[in-house]
């Protein structure tokens, strides 16, 4: 069993930028790791996503351009860079591995606790 522990959250002006991390323990794994997100009121969004082996890289439309994962293996550990931040950014971010799809959506075995992220206009 995979555990997954984020950090990196805060309050930001609109424009601005941070850094999530996300440490892995336990079972490693080879497959896909990504990033989801939660606003108030809102469905659960997964917004990009990394092959831990290969790197291959997939990010969404309301991300993309803005956002940037990436892993350090060596360190059991996935980022999420986080740039030209907007007040619709405003969320709890949660990590997640391995990722799978079921019907038409990613989802995961697991998932970290979740860190907010709260963008001010």
């Known amino acids: 069993q995979v555990q997954l522990v984020e950090s990196g959250g805060g309050l930001v002006q609109a424009g601005g930028s941070l850094r999530l991390s996300c440490a892995a323990s336990g079972r490693t794994f080879g497959g896909y790791a990504g990033w989801f997100r939660q606003a108030p009121g809102k469905e659960r969004e997964f917004l990009v996503r990394i092959h831990w082996i290969g790197g291959s890289t997939y990010y969404t439309d309301s991300v993309k351009g803005r956002f940037t994962i990436s892993r350090d293996t060596a360190k059991n550990t996935m980022y999420l860079n986080m740039n030209n931040l907007k007040p619709e950014d405003t969320a709890v971010y949660y990590c997640?591995?391995?990722?799978?799809?079921?019907?038409?959506?990613?989802?995961?075995?697991?998932w970290g606790q979740g860190t907010q992220v709260t963008v001010s206009s």
């Open positions: 997640a591995a391995p990722l799978y799809i079921r019907g038409t959506k990613w989802t995961a075995d697991t």
